[in-house]
């Protein structure tokens, strides 16, 4: 594993005010009957897009993620204890009693800190001069969702390629980008060449094309990993759901390229749109959070910032402690990844750190 550590961060905290309110940046809610997309703001995109694909493989043609930029800060949003819907989004670094946990972050003595969050909790459990203490209101990390329609897709994650063209002639390769709709019910993540006017997924075998869908923000904190159906890894990024399950978003090879779509804990691969049609691959890679390895006080570079303690840069860790796997913060100060849990502030030397 990567243990080249340094101490430069590549995505700084978002503005937190003296009296513990937050500057938050959320994602554009989906409408109906959206305008339709401005060809600038497509322009846009399709420029930024194509500026961040990288080539790679997957054994199957699968090519690395690209970031388009590397400064753009996480997305943290804001959560009242017990809020289930907005959870469908959030990062999740590990597990107690049988419910997840998520990074979480909240305004506290002389700084922001990093703790975690379980769906039972009244707020955010941060470990502090040997204590867990619990404060609200907090924020969770979750991934961004923009809403193309209004230009606020700059920052589209490419997750793929399609070549389209007549034939005979040579094909022009598009990237593709995660995307999402609301539809009966439920929230299917899908594909979304940036090109075009529609974000497509697969449902009930076949292609399902609408013009009102959000798509994925880059975030160097997300990469590709290898899926094994049926035996998903735990915390992979949710693009939606669908009778209370959640939609994984994944990508897979098919005739025309790499193309984004959706996988559920039970399913038998990625679902993705092909030739109007639902395909589902039982070769396929799962987006997922970065977690690099280390220990003792060490921060990778490229480390997520996510509070800051005074002068002192406060990092998104996870540890294993007590047979459970644990959020909590580590800095270059401290050494060791910091836990609030069990009324103390747990310190475990062995950890990993969210990073690029």
């Not at 199957?60 to 959560?79: D, E, H, K, Y």
């Not at 399950?245 to 749109?273: D, H, I, M």
Request: hydrophobic share 40%.
């Amino acid at each position: 594993m990567n243990r080249n550590f340094g101490h430069r961060p590549i995505i700084e905290l978002e503005p937190v005010s003296r009296d513990g309110s937050w500057t938050l940046r959320q994602p554009a809610p989906e409408r109906p009957g959206r305008p339709p997309r401005r060809p600038l703001a497509a322009l846009k995109v399709l420029l930024a897009a194509a500026a961040g694909i990288a080539a790679g493989a997957f054994g199957v043609g699968l090519f690395t993620i690209s970031q388009p930029s590397w400064a753009q800060p996480s997305s943290w949003r804001r959560l009242a204890p017990g809020e289930a819907a907005a959870l469908l989004d959030a990062v999740v670094a590990g597990s107690e009693s049988g419910l997840p946990l998520y990074p979480c972050r909240a305004a506290y003595a002389d700084g922001t800190l990093v703790g975690r969050y379980r769906r039972d909790f009244g707020g955010c459990h941060l470990g502090y001069e040997g204590k867990e203490v619990e404060v609200a209101p907090f924020e969770v990390l979750s991934p961004s969702w923009a809403d193309v329609a209004e230009g606020a897709a700059a920052g589209t994650l490419v997750g793929g390629e399609v070549v389209e063209g007549p034939a005979g002639k040579a094909y022009a390769a598009r990237p593709v980008s995660p995307c999402r709709v609301s539809y009966q019910g439920a929230v299917h993540p899908g594909s979304w060449p940036v090109s075009d006017g529609a974000c497509s997924f697969g449902f009930g075998g076949r292609t399902i094309s609408s013009q009102n869908f959000s798509v994925l923000q880059s975030a160097p904190w997300m990469t590709w990993a290898a899926g094994v159906p049926l035996a998903l890894p735990e915390g992979a990024v949710t693009g939606g759901q669908e009778g209370g399950e959640p939609f994984f978003v994944c990508r897979a090879q098919t005739s025309l390229g790499t193309v984004t779509g959706k996988v559920k804990n039970l399913s038998p691969g990625c679902s993705v749109p092909s030739g109007g049609r639902e395909k589902v691959e039982g070769r396929f890679e799962l987006l997922m959070p970065r977690w690099r390895v280390s220990s003792a006080g060490a921060v990778p570079v490229g480390a997520v910032v996510g509070g800051r303690a005074g002068a002192d840069l406060q990092y998104l860790c996870r540890g294993r402690t007590r047979n459970t796997v644990q959020p909590g913060r580590v800095s270059e100060h401290q050494p060791g990844c910091r836990i609030g849990m069990q009324g103390a502030e747990v310190v475990v030397q062995e950890y990993e750190v969210l990073a690029q």
